[in-house]
Antibody, heavy 123, light 113 residues
Framework: QVHLQESGPGLVKPSETLSLTCSVSGGSLIDYYWSWIRQPPGRGLECIGYISYSGATNYNPSLRSRVTMSVDRSKNQISLRLSAVTAADTAVYFC?????????????????WGQGTLVAVSS | DIVMTQSPDSLTVSLGERATINCKSSQSVLFSSNNHNYLAWYQQKPGQPPKLLIYWASTRESGVPDRFSGIGSGTDFTLTINGLQAEDVAVYYCQQYLGTPFTFGPGTKVEIK
């Protein structure tokens, strides 16, 4: 059974860069799309973007200028970097795996999620 | 972006009764070439990640009880919980995965009366 585990600092200073890693165990990165999704405390869910096994990315336009995602196939990990953070970036950050895509158009639902990690932005 | 809205914001239902949650998308999430609605429903309990319940608008994820059902097409969708159980207390989100960025509705909180 695939298991996702997010890790990274729980506290980041304003204007600095948030860096998180999602470790994938019990399965391969191959053939899947991997997303980062965040949820501010008490609020709804926002897709930050996704990365494919091959490294192709698609970022939310609202965050595109500050986001970088990468994949480390040797470690079975995906990573997120979000630069120039502010208090508005305080959230629980989830990594999630889409179900296998069946069609050339659109994506697939998120059927595997990590537990999430809370990142607070504060000086 | 495709904007997702949900109604009601919250819902209080007696045990064993039916809960109905509506979801509307600002654009159709039906892709005519494959006749699939790119619409999913998730359940989120406090302190937990969302759990996939329904995808393609009406297909139940493996292991999800059959009291959960989804219906709808185009821009209007409904999640129904028939015979609400205590463990169904949660926030429910709809999500479209047709156009990027994939977007979620604001959520509907379901509580027991």
């Amino acid at each position: 059974q695939v298991h996702l585990q997010e890790s990274g600092p729980g506290l980041v200073k304003p204007s600095e860069t948030l860096s998180l890693t999602c470790s994938v165990s019990g399965g391969s990165l191959i053939d899947y799309y991997w997303s980062w999704i965040r949820q501010p405390p008490g609020r709804g869910l926002e897709c930050i973007g996704y990365i494919s096994y091959s490294g192709a990315t698609n970022y939310n336009p609202s965050l595109r200028s500050r986001v970088t995602m990468s994949v480390d196939r040797s470690k079975n990990q995906i990573s997120l970097r979000l630069s120039a953070v502010t208090a508005a970036d305080t959230a629980v950050y989830f990594c999630a795996r889409e179900a296998l895509r069946s069609f050339d158009r659109g994506g697939s639902p998120f059927n595997v999620w990590g537990q999430g990690t809370l990142v607070a932005v504060s000086s | 972006d495709i904007v997702m809205t949900q109604s009601p914001d919250s819902l209080t239902v007696s045990l064993g009764e039916r809960a109905t949650i509506n979801c509307k998308s600002s654009q159709s999430v039906l892709f005519s070439s494959n006749n699939h609605n790119y619409l999913a429903w998730y359940q989120q309990k406090p302190g937990q990640p969302p759990k996939l319940l329904i995808y393609w608008a009406s297909t139940r994820e493996s292991g999800v009880p059959d009291r959960f059902s989804g219906i709808g097409s185009g821009t209007d969708f409904t999640l129904t919980i028939n015979g609400l159980q205590a463990e169904d207390v949660a926030v429910y989100y709809c999500q479209q995965y047709l156009g990027t960025p994939f977007t979620f509705g604001p959520g509907t909180k379901v509580e027991i009366k």
